[in-house]
């Protein structure tokens, strides 16, 4: 905890949705196979966490970075 200025599931958390954050970016996995990769069982609670980090529903995230490729 001190090593890392935050709580070891915080820590957990943030690696599981950078990995998501990766995966939505550069593959063609459905949302809850992603889900599943990371270590969330439940679609719907992962969407919940990586709304709250992201701003946007994992499907929006992955079609904001569709856009901003087109615009390139």
Known sequence: QKYFNTTPNAYIIELRLNQASNLLRYSRMSVRDISEQVG???KS????????????????????????????
């Open 40 to 42: 969330y069982g439940n």
């Open 45 to 72: 609670h992962f969407v919940k966490i990586f709304k709250e980090k992201y701003g946007l529903s994992p499907l929006q995230y992955r079609k904001s970075l569709e856009n901003e490729h087109l615009f390139r």
